[in-house]
């Protein structure tokens, strides 16, 4: 009983570090959703917005922390930047792993 215990309690602890780990792809559908105007529904881009294909998520991680920080990173950055500014750090996690899983 008292081995019995022990393993559970060590899967519980398991799972737990492996939420902690994973991105969340369906938070991360949801917080695409307003991306799509511009990015497109599957990150194709179309003339001046650039797709979102092709590139891995620390990469779009790495962009839009930029942007949220409000650092100047292309020519068109003013349009950009105000759909990363409410992004918390799960959410750009979490939108990072699903542009990267869905759109390669
Ligand atoms: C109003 C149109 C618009 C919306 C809405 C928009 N973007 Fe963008 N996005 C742009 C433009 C324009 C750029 C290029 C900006 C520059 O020149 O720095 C860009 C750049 C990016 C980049 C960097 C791409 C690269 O290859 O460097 C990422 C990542 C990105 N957007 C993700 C998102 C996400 C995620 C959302 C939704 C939360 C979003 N965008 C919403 C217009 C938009």
């Known amino acids: 009983m008292k081995k019995y215990l022990i393993i559970a309690a060590s899967a ?3 799972s737990a570090g492996a ?4 991105a969340d792809l369906e938070a991360g559908a949801a917080t695409y ?7 497109g529904p599957t990150g194709q881009g179309q003339a001046i917005f650039p797709a979102l294909t092709g ?3 620390d990469y ?8 949220r920080a409000g650092e100047q990173v292309g020519e068109n950055t003013a349009l950009m930047a105000p759909h990363a500014t409410g992004l918390s750090d799960e959410d750009i996690e979490n939108v990072s792993a699903y542009i990267a899983e869905e759109f390669n």
Not at 33 to 39: F, Y
């Open 12 to 14: 519980v602890a398991v």
């Open 19 to 22: 939420n902690l780990q994973a």
């Open 33 to 39: 959703q307003p991306c799509i105007a511009c990015h």
């Open 55 to 57: 590139k891995d998520a």
């Open 60 to 67: 779009l991680a790495d962009k839009l922390m930029r942007y």
